[in-house]
């Protein structure tokens, strides 16, 4: 049986924990639910997706770990910051508990493999890992595997939450990079849960997390910094929940506060709703429809490179005179512009036209279609040249299942026509990539940069997270140098 503690944060009577400022309010009922969750309380499905959805974060953090710009990242932050003994992943190196946190969610968000929610659009892996292994280094005594479970289950749940408020897509509509805004909170409530506050604590946790949030769209189009968004929110929300633990206070009901809160800021003109952060709160669980994704792209463009997949079945690419895709209007503004040679691989990673002819030339779109050689080859940028992309404007308004809903069809120099749509891609809430296929994803990433004997060791520590004695066992086998992806 788990109890409710408050160990390391608050300190005091147990039986007189501190309480939020409103514990009817939204914001304090978020923090009393997170103050109050115990192992107990989750479903053992719900465990066991956040164990697979932590391991492919870790795949993710390894394969990011040495790529060209991690590299450039890395060095970087570490002559910025000073010297520390937190795990920078995959490098041998280690830094002060900020940096690695930056750094880690950089790694984990290196190449677009990693997890995205579809509602609510954020990486949680890239701000809940980071945050946590970070908070670890600074816990007065070691943390177990249910103690970290526990903790990211938090995270999982609160960071969708909050982007509900919000009306999820419609800050990537608005040009913000949802997960950054959506973010700071999800690591502060996974560190915060770490850290064992109590609800008053939280509730300034929550506020210092919102008063950090920030991150500009356009950094897809050729900027490192896109990579290091999450990263950002992660080393925020650790930070968020350190000064909260030391007894420095944050905004009190960040979430329903009129002026200069949370909602009314990023929400204005776009009617928030403080209602959606509890709804159903400890009964539907976000950590179940969050996505695994099974290509390095974007995930508005999945739909897209599953639809290019199977057209290559009736079609040869050099018999290709034309493509023309339709979407909706969140991947229309998030993935397509015209885009022009040379391209940065984050750029072809965010361009809808990109991802497809490498769909339709490649039959897949994983790292080997981001070299700099796929990048500039000409079978590529004539098919992009043969592409035009339509916003289907009526799909802003469909139903959830079709809002998504991507159509291809590719005309051939002897004028047939062919047409595959897809409504929701493999991985979809509806068709989960399931835990066994995760396990498999995430050796198809750790094997390309490690020995298959360590990625097991790791695949093992996490798949049994729940009775792993002491979180250093993973940091440990974390911590050696991977290879480079790319290289």
Not at 237 to 254: E, N, P, S
Not at 361 to 379: H, I, K
Not at 446 to 474: F, K, M, P
């Amino acid at each position: 049986m788990y109890i409710t503690t408050y160990p390391f944060g608050f300190q005091g009577d147990p039986m007189n924990v501190p309480a939020a400022t409103d514990p009817a309010g939204p914001t304090g009922r978020l923090a009393t639910w997170v103050a109050d969750l115990t192992l107990d309380d989750i479903p053992q499905a719900v465990l066991d997706r956040a164990k697979h959805l932590l391991l492919d974060g870790i795949g993710c953090a390894l394969v990011g770990a040495q790529l060209p710009w991690s590299r450039v990242a890395t060095d970087a932050v570490l002559a910025l910051e000073g010297p520390g003994d937190a795990v920078v992943i995959g490098t041998g190196r280690t830094a002060a508990a900020p940096a690695a946190a930056i750094l880690n969610g950089t790694f984990i968000q290196g190449f677009e493999l990693d997890d995205f929610h579809p509602l609510a659009p954020l990486h949680s892996c890239s701000l809940l890992i980071p945050a946590l292994l970070s908070t670890v280094c600074t816990r007065p005594q070691p943390s177990t595997g249910p103690d970290l479970l526990l903790a990211a289950v938090a995270g999982f749940e609160v960071g969708p939450r909050v982007g509900h408020t919000l009306h999820g897509t419609q800050m990537l509509d608005r040009g913000w990079h949802s997960g950054s805004v959506f973010g700071t909170h999800a690591a502060a409530m996974a560190s915060g849960k770490l850290r064992g506050l109590s609800p008053a604590q939280l509730e300034d946790a929550l506020g210092l997390a919102g008063t950090q949030s920030a991150g500009l769209m356009a950094a897809q189009y050729e900027a490192m910094s896109k990579r290091m968004h999450h990263g950002f929110a992660a080393r925020n929300g650790f930070y968020a929940a350190g000064l909260a633990a030391a007894g420095y206070t944050g905004i009190k009901r960040v979430f329903e506060r009129e002026y200069g809160g949370f909602l009314s800021v990023f929400g204005e003109g776009h009617h928030p709703d403080a209602a959606l952060l509890t709804g159903e709160l400890g009964r539907r669980w976000e950590t179940t429809i969050i996505m695994v994704k099974s290509y390095a792209a974007m995930g508005g463009l999945h739909a897209a490179i599953d639809a290019a997949r199977r057209l290559r079945d009736s079609t040869a690419p050099q018999d290709i005179s034309s493509i023309d895709i339709t979407v909706g209007e969140t991947v229309y503004r998030h993935g397509w512009w015209r885009p022009q040679r040379p391209l940065t691989p984050i750029g072809a990673q965010m361009n809808i036209g990109y991802a497809t002819a490498a769909a339709l030339l490649d039959g897949n779109v994983l790292p080997e279609q981001f070299t700099p050689a796929r990048l500039d080859s000409d079978d590529i940028w004539s098919l992009i040249a043969a592409t035009t992309v339509h916003l289907d404007e009526s799909l802003a308004h469909a139903d959830i299942a079709e809002r998504f809903r991507t159509d291809v069809v590719v005309t051939t120099r002897d004028g047939a026509v062919h047409h595959a749509r897809v409504a929701l891609p493999h991985g979809a809430p509806n068709d989960p990539v399931t835990n066994d296929e995760l396990v498999d994803k995430f050796h198809s990433l750790a094997d390309r940069v490690t020995s298959r004997a360590r990625a097991e060791a790791i695949e093992r520590l996490v798949v049994d997270l729940d009775d792993l004695d002491d979180i250093g066992q993973l940091m440990d086998l974390l911590a050696a140098p991977v290879a480079g992806a790319l290289d």
